[in-house]
C-alpha cells in the first residue's frame, strides 16, 4: 500500500492559484496511475487531472489549459497547477494512486484506486 499526503491547498481569490502537492510514501509500483479528484460538499468525486508512470497525462476536459499536472519522481510528488481559479473550483482535492494504466476516461473512477489521501481544502472567493 501506498500513503499519500497532499497539501497546499489554501483560500484564494477568484483569478489566483494554487499549487498542491501529493507526497507518497511506503511501497512503490513501478507501474502506476496518480490521479487528483475533486469532490464538492454532498456530491461525488470527480476526476481532475491524471499521470502515469511514464510521465503520460491526461485531463477532464472542462480543466483542460487551466489545471497542469506533473510530477517529480525523485521526491515522489506529484503536484497539480491551478491557475485562473473561480469559486467553482471550491472543494475537497484528493490524490489516489494504483498500479494501472491512466486513460480517459477511466482515470475518474473512483473504484480504480486503492490508495488515497486525506484531502486538501481549495476555497476561491470571488
Known amino acids: 500500500q501506498v500513503q499519500l499526503v497532499e497539501s497546499g491547498g489554501d483560500s484564494v481569490q477568484a483569478g489566483g492559484s494554487l499549487r498542491l502537492s501529493c507526497e507518497g510514501s511506503?511501497?512503490?509500483?513501478?507501474?502506476?496511475?496518480i490521479a487528483w479528484f475533486r469532490q464538492p460538499p454532498g456530491k461525488e468525486r470527480e476526476g481532475v487531472a491524471a499521470?502515469?508512470?511514464?510521465?503520460?497525462?491526461t485531463y477532464v476536459d472542462s480543466l483542460k489549459g487551466r489545471f497542469t499536472i506533473f510530477q517529480d519522481n525523485a521526491k515522489k510528488v506529484v503536484y497539480l497547477d491551478m491557475n485562473s481559479l473561480k469559486p467553482e473550483d471550491t472543494d475537497m482535492y484528493y490524490c489516489?494512486?494504483?498500479?494501472?494504466?491512466?486513460?480517459?476516461?477511466?482515470?475518474?473512477?473512483?473504484?480504480?484506486?486503492?490508495?488515497w489521501g486525506q484531502g486538501t481544502q481549495v476555497t476561491v472567493s470571488s
Open positions: 489516489a494512486a494504483d498500479e494501472f494504466v491512466c486513460g480517459y476516461p477511466d482515470f475518474a473512477s473512483v473504484d480504480l484506486y486503492s490508495d
Open positions: 511506503g511501497n512503490t509500483y513501478s507501474s502506476y496511475c
Open positions: 499521470i502515469d508512470s511514464d510521465g503520460n497525462t
